[in-house]
């Protein structure tokens, strides 16, 4: 069989070592060592941690980022409606997989504090998919389709904040499972969000 190219299996072993041991333990060294490749090599993609943590992030977790680009670009394509769906949907996986990853920051201030930088630097972060969902929503509302007053800012953090805390919040519980299926869940995030923001009742 085949070897996969060197890249594609840096990038298997850092999304498999950062769900397991968390971001702030997965060196390079240990990276490069799951990939079968010196750390040398992993450099050669990768001109850092925080640079392959954001291609694990667009690359092997769900893409919100990229559903959020398409819609600003054609926002008018589906309803209202059916857009916020597919966007809770995705936000919704990406959190479930992007919270285990880099919670083992939050127990290294120092380290936290250089990868926030190098986010900073990469003009990433976990700010990006709400500006990317207000925009989605301000053009919408430019179209009509959503009510001239609303705070699409309000809205876009509402509907991701509560993708976010469904993420980790049932942790403690005995099953770990939310009380809602999915698509429940989605459904009833986005109806509750567009009952305060949309031009009128009914479809969307």
Do not use: W
């Given at each position: 069989?085949?070897?996969?190219?060197?890249?594609?299996?840096i990038l298997d072993a850092a999304h498999?070592?950062?769900?397991?041991?968390?971001?702030?333990?997965?060196?390079?060294?240990?990276?490069?060592?799951?990939?079968?490749?010196?750390?040398?090599?992993?450099?050669?993609?990768?001109?850092?941690?925080?640079?392959?943590?954001?291609?694990?992030?667009?690359?092997?977790?769900?893409?919100?980022?990229?559903?959020?680009?398409?819609?600003?670009?054609?926002?008018?394509?589906?309803?209202?409606?059916?857009?916020?769906?597919?966007?809770?949907?995705?936000?919704?996986?990406?959190?479930?997989?992007?919270?285990?990853?880099?919670?083992?920051?939050?127990?290294?201030?120092?380290?936290?504090q250089r990868h926030d930088a190098a986010?900073?630097?990469?003009?990433?972060?976990?700010?990006?998919?709400?500006?990317?969902?207000?925009?989605?929503?301000?053009?919408?509302?430019?179209?009509?389709?959503?009510?001239?007053?609303?705070?699409?800012?309000?809205?876009?953090?509402?509907?991701?904040?509560?993708?976010?805390?469904?993420?980790?919040?049932?942790?403690?519980?005995?099953?770990?499972?939310?009380?809602?299926?999915?698509?429940?869940?989605?459904?009833?995030?986005?109806?509750?969000?567009?009952?305060?923001?949309?031009?009128?009742?009914?479809?969307?």
């Amino acid at each position: 069989m085949q070897q996969k190219p060197t890249r594609v299996r840096i990038l298997d072993a850092a999304h498999e070592l950062m769900l397991t041991i968390g971001l702030a333990r997965a060196t390079t060294k240990e990276i490069a060592r799951a990939a079968g490749c010196s750390e040398a090599a992993l450099y050669k993609y990768f001109t850092s941690k925080e640079e392959l943590f954001v291609a694990v992030l667009m690359e092997r977790l769900p893409r919100l980022n990229p559903v959020l680009d398409r819609l600003v670009a054609h926002p008018a394509e589906r309803s209202v409606e059916e857009n916020l769906t597919e966007i809770a949907r995705e936000a919704a996986l990406f959190y479930a997989q992007s919270f285990p990853i880099a919670a083992s920051l939050y127990a290294e201030p120092r380290l936290k504090q250089r990868h926030d930088a190098a986010m900073r630097e990469l003009g990433r972060g976990p700010h990006m998919p709400i500006r990317g969902l207000d925009a989605y929503l301000r053009a919408e509302q430019d179209a009509g389709r959503i009510r001239a007053g609303a705070d699409t800012y309000a809205a876009a953090s509402l509907l991701l904040g509560a993708c976010a805390q469904r993420a980790f919040a049932y942790d403690m519980t005995a099953d770990g499972m939310p009380p809602q299926p999915l698509d429940a869940f989605v459904r009833g995030i986005v109806r509750t969000i567009l009952h305060g923001i949309s031009v009128a009742t009914g479809p969307r």
